[in-house]
C-alpha cells in the first residue's frame, strides 16, 4: 500500500558495495536524528491536533468512530495486504531488470516489515531504508538499491498524480474551493514527467550538464552522487520495465484509492469514488511533508481541508476518518513487528525464477 511513508532513505546508500558484515543487522549504522528536530515537529504535531480536536469536537469524533461500520473497515485493512504484495512485485520487476533476483515473497515480507518500521520508529529509521537494507544484504549493490527504490516511487507517484490530472476535471466541489488546486497538480505532473524522462531517457548534452555540475565538488563529496547517477541511468532505454512498473503502479494506486473509500463508506460520508481519485493523491503529498511525528496533525489538517469540501461531511466525520486510517496502518505495523522479530537476518536465497 503506497500511503503516507517516508521517502527513500537508505543509510550509507552510497558506500561500499559489498555485503553487510556477518551479524550485523539492520540499523546498527543508523545515527539518530538531532533531538530539537524532532521536538519540534511533535510541537507541530501536538499543536495541529489541538487546532482539529477544538474545532471538530472530540466527543462528536469519538461518536463517529464508534458508528464506523466494521465490514466496510476490514474491506479497507485487507487491501492493505494487496497493497504490499502489487508493490513487492513492482519491485521484482525493477530488480530484476539489473540481474538481481529475489522471491515476491522475500519482498512482501520486507514491505510488511518496512510499516511496522516506518510507524514505530521514526525518529531513528524510515521504512524505505529498511527496502534498502533487505536488497542490499540479498547482493544487491547499495547505489543500485537506492536508485531501484526512487524508481519505484517516482513511477508510484507518477501513476497517482495521473489519476488526480483526470479527476481534477471531475470534482466541482474541490476547484472552486481550492482554486490554485489546477495550476498546482499540472506542475507536478510536468516534473514528475520530466524525472521520468531524465531516468529513462537521458541525452548526452542533458548528462554532460550534470556531470559538469558534479565536477565542481571535490571527489570525496562527487563521488557518493556519481554512483547513485550511475545507477539512475542504468535503467535507460528500459522502456518494457518501465511499461510495466507504471501497469503495476496504476493497479496499486487504484488499491490506495479503494482503501480510503472503503474508510469513508464505512462513516457513510456523502462522497463519490470517482472524488478519490483527487483527494487521495492530494492528501498523500501533504503527508509526505516532514513537519510532524508520523504525519500526526497533518494528517487530520489535511483530512479536515479536502473532506469538508463536500456538503454534508461535518469536521467531526473528516478527524474520525483521519483516526480510523491511522488505527488500520497501525494495526498492519504492529503485524510487521512480528513479521520483523521471527524473520531471518541472513542473507535470502536467490529467486531462480
Given at each position: 500500500m503506497s500511503g503516507p511513508e517516508d521517502g527513500p532513505d537508505v543509510p550509507d546508500a552510497v558506500g561500499d558495495d559489498a555485503g553487510p558484515p556477518p551479524g550485523e543487522t539492520f540499523g546498527a549504522k543508523r545515527k539518530k536524528k538531532k533531538l530539537p528536530l524532532t521536538l519540534i515537529k511533535v510541537v507541530i504535531s501536538g499543536l495541529l491536533i489541538a487546532w482539529t480536536v477544538k474545532n471538530a469536537e472530540f466527543g462528536k469524533v469519538i461518536d463517529a468512530m464508534?458508528?464506523?461500520?466494521?465490514?466496510?473497515?476490514?474491506?479497507?485493512?485487507?487491501?492493505?495486504?494487496?497493497?504490499?504484495?502489487?508493490?513487492?512485485?513492482?519491485?521484482?520487476?525493477?530488480?530484476?531488470?539489473?540481474?538481481?533476483?529475489?522471491?515476491?515473497?522475500?519482498?512482501?515480507?520486507?514491505?510488511?516489515?518496512?510499516?511496522?518500521?516506518?510507524?514505530?520508529?521514526?525518529?531513528?529509521?524510515?521504512?524505505?531504508?529498511?527496502?534498502?537494507w533487505d536488497t542490499w544484504r540479498a547482493g544487491t549493490p547499495k547505489a543500485l538499491s537506492l536508485a531501484i527504490l526512487v524508481i519505484d516511487r517516482l513511477v508510484g507517484f507518477l501513476a497517482l498524480i495521473c489519476f488526480a490530472l483526470g479527476a481534477l476535471m471531475f470534482s466541482p466541489a474541490l476547484n472552486e474551493r481550492f482554486p490554485l488546486l489546477r495550476p498546482w497538480v499540472v506542475l507536478g505532473t510536468a516534473c514528475l514527467l520530466f524525472g521520468t524522462w531524465i531516468v529513462f531517457f537521458p541525452t548526452p548534452r542533458l548528462m554532460s550538464f550534470?556531470?559538469?555540475?558534479?565536477?565542481?565538488?571535490?571527489?570525496?563529496?562527487?563521488?557518493?552522487?556519481?554512483?547513485?547517477?550511475?545507477?539512475?541511468?542504468?535503467?535507460?532505454g528500459k522502456t518494457g520495465q518501465l511499461g510495466r512498473a507504471f501497469?503495476?503502479?496504476?493497479?496499486?494506486?487504484?488499491?490506495?484509492?479503494?482503501?480510503?473509500?472503503?474508510?469513508?463508506?464505512?462513516?457513510s460520508l456523502p462522497i463519490d469514488y470517482a472524488d478519490f481519485y483527487l483527494i487521495v493523491p492530494i492528501f498523500l503529498f501533504i503527508m509526505l511533508v516532514p513537519v510532524s511525528i508520523n504525519g500526526i496533525g497533518v494528517r487530520e489538517a489535511a483530512c479536515v481541508a479536502l473532506l469538508t469540501a463536500y456538503a454534508g461531511v461535518e469536521q467531526a466525520q473528516a478527524v474520525a476518518f483521519a483516526w480510523l486510517e491511522y488505527l488500520l496502518f497501525l494495526s498492519y505495523g504492529l503485524l510487521g513487528g512480528v513479521v520483523y522479530a521471527f524473520r531471518k537476518e541472513g542473507a535470502p536465497e536467490p529467486d531462480p525464477a
Amino acid at each position: 500500500m503506497s500511503g503516507p511513508e517516508d521517502g527513500p532513505d537508505v543509510p550509507d546508500a552510497v558506500g561500499d558495495d559489498a555485503g553487510p558484515p556477518p551479524g550485523e543487522t539492520f540499523g546498527a549504522k543508523r545515527k539518530k536524528k538531532k533531538l530539537p528536530l524532532t521536538l519540534i515537529k511533535v510541537v507541530i504535531s501536538g499543536l495541529l491536533i489541538a487546532w482539529t480536536v477544538k474545532n471538530a469536537e472530540f466527543g462528536k469524533v469519538i461518536d463517529a468512530m464508534k458508528g464506523a461500520k466494521l465490514p466496510w473497515l476490514l474491506a479497507a485493512f485487507s487491501l492493505v495486504f494487496v497493497g504490499s504484495l502489487v508493490t513487492a512485485t513492482r519491485w521484482r520487476g525493477l530488480l530484476a531488470a539489473h540481474g538481481h533476483r529475489m522471491s515476491v515473497f522475500y519482498l512482501f515480507q520486507s514491505c510488511v516489515v518496512a510499516r511496522f518500521v516506518g510507524q514505530f520508529l521514526p525518529t531513528t529509521i524510515g521504512g524505505d531504508a529498511l527496502r534498502g537494507w533487505d536488497t542490499w544484504r540479498a547482493g544487491t549493490p547499495k547505489a543500485l538499491s537506492l536508485a531501484i527504490l526512487v524508481i519505484d516511487r517516482l513511477v508510484g507517484f507518477l501513476a497517482l498524480i495521473c489519476f488526480a490530472l483526470g479527476a481534477l476535471m471531475f470534482s466541482p466541489a474541490l476547484n472552486e474551493r481550492f482554486p490554485l488546486l489546477r495550476p498546482w497538480v499540472v506542475l507536478g505532473t510536468a516534473c514528475l514527467l520530466f524525472g521520468t524522462w531524465i531516468v529513462f531517457f537521458p541525452t548526452p548534452r542533458l548528462m554532460s550538464f550534470v556531470n559538469g555540475i558534479l565536477d565542481r565538488f571535490p571527489k570525496k563529496l562527487r563521488s557518493p552522487f556519481e554512483k547513485v547517477l550511475r545507477a539512475l541511468t542504468s535503467f535507460q532505454g528500459k522502456t518494457g520495465q518501465l511499461g510495466r512498473a507504471f501497469v503495476l503502479s496504476v493497479l496499486l494506486q487504484v488499491n490506495v484509492v479503494t482503501f480510503y473509500w472503503l474508510i469513508a463508506q464505512s462513516l457513510s460520508l456523502p462522497i463519490d469514488y470517482a472524488d478519490f481519485y483527487l483527494i487521495v493523491p492530494i492528501f498523500l503529498f501533504i503527508m509526505l511533508v516532514p513537519v510532524s511525528i508520523n504525519g500526526i496533525g497533518v494528517r487530520e489538517a489535511a483530512c479536515v481541508a479536502l473532506l469538508t469540501a463536500y456538503a454534508g461531511v461535518e469536521q467531526a466525520q473528516a478527524v474520525a476518518f483521519a483516526w480510523l486510517e491511522y488505527l488500520l496502518f497501525l494495526s498492519y505495523g504492529l503485524l510487521g513487528g512480528v513479521v520483523y522479530a521471527f524473520r531471518k537476518e541472513g542473507a535470502p536465497e536467490p529467486d531462480p525464477a
